[in-house]
């Protein structure tokens, strides 16, 4: 699509903001430690998880009639599957027509469990792959993670009635692994996968040294972009974190367009509504659910996210590309106020 109507497309989406997707950190409780989390989350959470009742009153508030074709509410986390109502939690999405997904990390992940969810309702999975076994192992801080997610891979690539895909955090230790990996997942089975970078917050921000150069961006944007003129049977995505510039078509189906408070909101495990789970939950809280409808904060609040002209400033104050960027992806902006983290297009554009 010609950037310019692309540009009137995203307008539009912004001025409908029709609610999407709904993400629910329904538990910050993970028997992982992984280096790149954003939220920080551990075996001993401080915060309980939410009770069912109260996240369900907060949909409630949300008219039946008013939502979109496809409207789906997401579980994450931590890991949601810590949760020992899991099953009662996709009932009840299920029984409200709701249909409903779930980002894992796979490691309570087998055939029972995966029948147990199918018939709560689950519609759509992600796991997470984040290298060969040495490298997966070490960034998600315990041995045998490598091994329960591929076989959570295994069973959700050979289910036809789920949305499925597997996401890799790509860092400098695991770039080079990415042939394999991808031959890997094309060998089981897998239709889609979806590749991010490391954002230097929570956890992340205390590993540097994952970080990809700009050397190392452009290789991982050409990997993309080989893969997909390659058209093989699984389809090889970049996530939706940065404005890429000369890469925007060649890595992705759409150009990038933040949807974080146009299509996408999150309640938080405190009750706090955001966008998306990883955006800077002190700088950008919109409102929370036991003090306010979420309908209400959906329809009327989130101008931060609909109107990016406050985020015109340092790096992007006199950027030509700001009308297709308009500062890329929110939960690269942290802080109070917010400054950019990293810029993508800068990284990719061999002229800057």
């Not at 939502?67 to 994450?76: E, I, K, N, Q, S």
């Amino acid at each position: 699509m010609h950037p310019f109507l692309f540009r009137l497309f995203r307008d539009n989406e912004i001025r409908v903001h029709e609610l999407s997707y709904l993400f629910w950190e329904c538990t910050t409780r993970c028997q992982l430690s992984c280096r790149h989390c954003g939220s920080d989350c551990g075996g001993f959470s401080r915060e309980k998880d939410m009770p069912l009742e109260d996240f369900l009153r907060a949909l409630d508030t949300l008219p039946r009639e008013d939502r979109p074709d496809g409207f789906t509410v997401v579980l994450t986390g931590g890991e949601p599957l810590l949760r020992p109502d899991i099953d009662a939690v996709g009932r009840a999405l299920q029984q409200r027509g709701i249909p409903w997904g779930m980002v894992t990390n796979g490691w309570f992940y087998d055939e029972a469990m995966h029948e147990r969810l199918l018939r709560a309702g689950m519609r759509a999975l992600t796991i997470s792959l984040d290298g060969l076994e040495a490298s997966h192992d070490w960034m998600r801080g315990r041995p045998g993670s490598y091994e329960r997610a591929l076989r959570a891979i295994g069973i959700m690539a050979a289910e036809p009635r789920i949305n499925a895909d597997v996401v890799t955090c790509v860092n400098r230790r695991t770039l080079s692994e990415l042939p394999q990996i991808h031959d890997l997942l094309s060998d089981r089975g897998v239709k889609q996968w979806r590749l991010f970078t490391v954002i230097p917050i929570g956890r992340a921000a205390r590993e540097p040294q994952m970080l990809l150069g700009a050397d190392e961006t452009r290789a991982l944007m050409d990997f993309i972009a080989r893969k997909r003129l390659e058209r093989g049977r699984m389809k090889v995505t970049f996530s939706c974190e940065g404005y890429l510039g000369p890469y925007e078509e060649k890595v992705r189906d759409v150009r990038h367009f933040c949807r974080a408070g146009v299509n996408i909101a999150s309640v938080l495990i405190d009750g706090r509504i955001s966008a998306c789970p990883n955006i800077d939950r002190d700088a950008f809280t919109e409102g929370n659910i036991y003090t306010d409808s979420l309908s209400e904060v959906w329809e009327h609040r989130f101008q931060r996210f609909r109107d990016r002209r406050w985020a015109r400033s340092g790096t992007c104050a006199d950027c030509p590309q700001w009308k297709n960027c308009l500062g890329g992806g929110m939960h690269n902006w942290h802080g109070n106020p917010p400054a950019l983290l990293q810029c993508h297009f800068r990284k990719v554009s061999v002229e800057v």
